[in-house]
DNA sequence: AGTTATTCTTGACGGCGCGTCGATTTCTGT
DNA sequence: ACAGAAATCGACGCGCCGTCAAGAATAACT
């Protein structure tokens, strides 16, 4: 069919694998939205992306790597997201700076929370995921302490140090989107003004 | 064989099923310990408690049972240690209230990480250890709010009322106590530590 | 003790989902 | 048009699950 082959800013479309490849991660988001990781079988993933079952190993490894790759694609949005985020600059208020990052955080919550809420479930268990997911947060606390460094607290590794603070309240912040993401209450909004509150207090010196 | 029918205090000698129900449980804690959830099985487990497979099943609906269980046992000497804080007491200082309830949380996840561990982690996905692990977790939550509000925290359930926030607070220490069990680092009386100094900070009014 | 009722154990069965593999079809470049 | 690569298919065997009917061991009763 399609001889046309139109001409799309991008040379050389992508070959019928990437295509293909693309349909199974969105079949494996939506079906983690509307069943659930344990209820996702390569055949209902192959049945919604089209095909037939063995050629989802084509692809993919395992249904793991399937929904590891979904999100590595999701937590490296909020890689990205994080990244412009202006952290020593000069007047920058370690408080704002925070709350800035809570935001965004947020936002990819808000976009793919079934993607978050999986990666949080899984991460314990499932190898390949918890790899990407560790890196992800690694990352966030990297920053974090950054700021919370900034802010005052102590540059050391001992319990009150900024690097043991920060990767509690990180963990907190994970779970709490968790949490409110699953329950779909409080609004994740509320979550976010509860984090900076405590982000607040904690980095008031 | 036995015939002597030795008198121990308890009159009736459990019946030869609960022995064998404690021995699945008891199997269960250990494989836990040395394999993981995943790899346990009902064959392995019993295996281990003595007979075969099929026998299981007289005692649990399923492995998922058997572990809830097991979590269930657990959480609820924990239970009983907190039980015996006195919350309300005149002369308690609030912050030392929290710090006491720590290290009791410490304590038992000290004697039993591999239970409370497998539990963070099977919470989400297992209904009937996630039950079990909420009602805990609801208990442990209460106490705490009890205590943020006589710290002055508003009673409100606002954003920034004591509720809120030890609802994040006590997720928090969940996550770290079970982060420190699984990579055996920090130890844990360093997180019982960082832990307190947040909760100082954030009951300061 | 002997008989009955209950508790407990067993082994076999069918089902589901997985991951592998060789055979086959469809694409792609030249 | 043709060769080689990329992609698809369907069948196979495996492991673990949960059920079940039949049988053995144990407890209760007289």
Tied chains: 1, 2.
Excluded: N
Excluded at 7 to 16: A, E, F, L, N
Excluded at 31 to 54: F, H, K, N, P, W
Excluded at 167 to 174: H, T
Aim: hydrophobic residues 45%; aromatic residues 6%; charged residues 20%.
């Amino acid at each position: 069919m399609g001889e046309a082959e139109v001409d799309t800013g991008r040379r050389r479309g992508r070959s019928k694998g990437d295509l293909r490849e693309e349909a199974i991660l969105a079949a494996a988001e939506r079906q983690l939205a509307s069943v659930g990781y344990e209820s996702i079988t390569v055949a209902t993933l192959m049945e919604e992306a089209g095909g037939t079952r063995g050629g989802f190993y084509f692809y993919f490894r395992t249904k793991a790597d399937a929904v590891a790759a979904l999100v590595e694609r999701t937590v490296s949005a909020l890689h990205v997201s994080l990244e412009s985020l202006s952290v020593d600059q000069p007047g920058a208020e370690p408080v704002d700076l925070i709350r800035e990052l809570l935001v965004r955080t947020q936002a990819i919550w808000a976009e793919h929370g079934p993607v978050m809420s999986a990666a949080v479930e899984l991460a314990p268990t499932v190898p390949a995921i918890g790899d990407r997911w560790a890196a992800a947060r690694d990352a966030v606390t990297q920053t974090a302490t950054r700021i919370a460094i900034q802010a005052g607290l102590p540059d050391s590794s001992a319990s009150d140090g900024a690097a043991a603070v920060t990767a509690l309240l990180v963990r907190m912040g994970e779970g709490a989107f968790y949490e409110a993401t699953k329950r779909a209450a409080p609004p994740l909004s509320e979550v976010t003004a509860t984090c900076g509150l405590i982000w607040q207090r904690c980095l008031g010196a």
